[in-house]
């Protein structure tokens, strides 16, 4: 098979994004498209169908995990559950900065992993509008607060990454969180910067924005988040490293600003807002432990976070009772429709170039140049397609096999091109759209500043995990 063949399927799918045909059609047609390479050439057979049923489990656990976490955010959204948690947030904050830093470190982190694909910035832009912060600024806080993109709606994304790679789930979610500092560090840095911005706009006269204070918030929260993901990839699972990560930020952060408030606006509403999410957190934390001391079926299948997210919708219904509900549950299948069929087709191009040898083919040839390409790949893959889920599934074998060729660290490799697309994804048109429209914001004057601030942030980031991974690549092969 010839390499142009070969890398059909990956050249038809990024034109079509950048001639802006939308995800569902690059992915249903770069699908179809490597089926008929694979089936032109014989390497893709009926036989493979049959040796389809892991990876077939893990696309219909993607799709669940999406489809409910869809049907969450607009439960929640419809019964005022969020609209009770984001008043608790922003009377509890002493200052804005302290606000925006509890914001892009702890809000936005924990309902991103939990739900994923931008829900977070619908959290977390009308609270830092409801701190005082200008539409632009909100904006870009807003999308720096989706830094936890590698594991959100509880990592699918990474568990692609992992089974086309050859690794484990938890090697590379634990991987992934160890490159994830210099990107926190960067989006540390960016969120602060954005703060010390003087712009004329109305929340930019905020002395201790500017100040130590601003500082010590970001920056601190950035630490603390990053040691909470890696202990939780660590000691408990990568599935929930995100959910726990940003709920431990927001823990110690509540704690600060009950020394500072002297009382949290807590009130009996609050603790049932967040119920559903008790739900879920608790159900997962149960059934692992559950699955750690006795190994079955049904543990088995308790660790699937479709099931702990299902539970949370159930609770929604239970708590809330309303029928004005019920109109939620066709609207969020509606919408979940081209995310799914995006996502399926994505995955479905992945594996007929992981089972057909495509993707080894292209790792192969791009091998000559050894890894440093990899984490600007899936920058672009998780820029055009918005997602973490979609660009592995497009390039994670490809990685894989350019690592092994290069005689580099698989794992390696593959955890810091996750966590180069994770980031991505802020910059991505279609989130971009959704944290405008969520803010407010005035695409005439707020685009580009918007767009440049983040675009830079996304740049800078590739080139740092680059850095990082040429120099652990070398360590590694010294070792």
């Known amino acids: 098979m010839s390499l142009l063949l070969t890398a059909l399927p990956v050249l038809t799918a990024i034109g079509l994004l950048l001639a802006g045909r939308g995800a569902v059609t690059a992915a249903v047609v770069s699908a179809a498209v490597a089926a008929v390479v694979g089936v032109g050439t014989g390497s893709l057979s009926w036989n493979h169908l049959g040796e389809a049923g892991e990876y077939g489990l893990l696309t219909l656990q993607v799709l669940l995990i999406l489809l409910f976490g869809m049907l969450l955010a607009a439960l929640l959204e419809r019964s005022g559950a969020m609209a009770e948690l984001s008043r608790f ?18 809000v936005v982190p924990f309902a991103e992993s939990v739900t994923g694909y931008g829900v977070g910035v619908t959290v977390g832009v009308p609270i830092l509008r409801a701190l005082g912060f200008a539409p632009a600024r909100a904006v870009i806080l807003g999308m720096l607060g989706l830094n936890t993109a590698v594991w959100g709606a509880l990592g699918p994304g990474t568990s692609i990454a992992a089974q086309l790679s050859g690794q484990t789930f938890r090697d590379v979610g634990v991987f992934s969180a160890l490159f994830f500092g210099p990107t926190l560090l960067l989006v540390s840095a960016s969120a602060w910067l954005t703060l010390r911005l003087r712009t004329g706009e109305p929340d930019s006269p905020h002395s201790e924005q500017r100040g130590l204070t601003a500082a010590i918030a970001v920056f601190g929260s950035a630490l603390l988040l990053w040691a909470a993901v890696l202990t939780v990839n660590l000691l408990i699972g990568t599935a929930v490293a995100g959910v726990l990560g940003g709920l431990i930020a927001l823990i110690v952060l509540f704690g600060f600003f009950r020394v500072r408030h002297g009382r949290l606006p807590a009130r009996r509403a609050t603790a049932v807002a967040g ?24 543990t088995s299948v308790l660790i699937w976070p479709p099931v702990w997210l299902a539970a949370a919708c159930a609770t929604v219904f239970f708590i809330w009772r309303r029928r004005a509900l019920l109109p939620e549950v066709p609207s969020a299948v509606r919408r979940w ?138 360590l590694s092969s010294a070792a």
């Open 89 to 106: 947030l922003s009377d509890s904050v002493p200052t804005p900065a302290l606000g925006a830093a509890a914001v892009v470190f702890g």
């Open 275 to 298: 119920l559903p999410y008790a739900v879920l957190t608790g159900g997962l934390l149960a059934s692992y432990a559950a699955y750690a001391a006795w190994e079955n079926r049904l």
């Open 337 to 474: 429709v081209p995310v799914g069929v995006s996502t399926g087709g994505f995955m479905m191009l992945g594996w007929i170039m992981t089972v057909t040898g495509m993707s080894t083919t292209l790792g192969e040839a791009a091998s000559v140049l050894g890894v440093w390409p990899a984490p600007a790949l899936n920058t672009l893959g998780g820029y055009l397609v918005g997602n973490t889920t979609g660009s592995n599934a497009m390039f994670a074998q490809t990685i894989a096999s350019m690592a092994a060729g290069s005689g580099a660290d698989v794992l390696l490799t593959i955890a810091a091109a996750n966590v180069a697309c994770s980031l991505a994804i802020i910059a991505s048109p279609p989130r971009l759209l959704l944290g405008m429209q969520m803010a407010g914001a005035n695409p005439a004057s707020d685009q580009r500043p918007i767009t440049r601030i983040l675009s830079a942030a996304v740049c800078l980031n590739t080139l740092v995990i680059t850095a990082v991974l040429t120099a652990a690549v070398r």
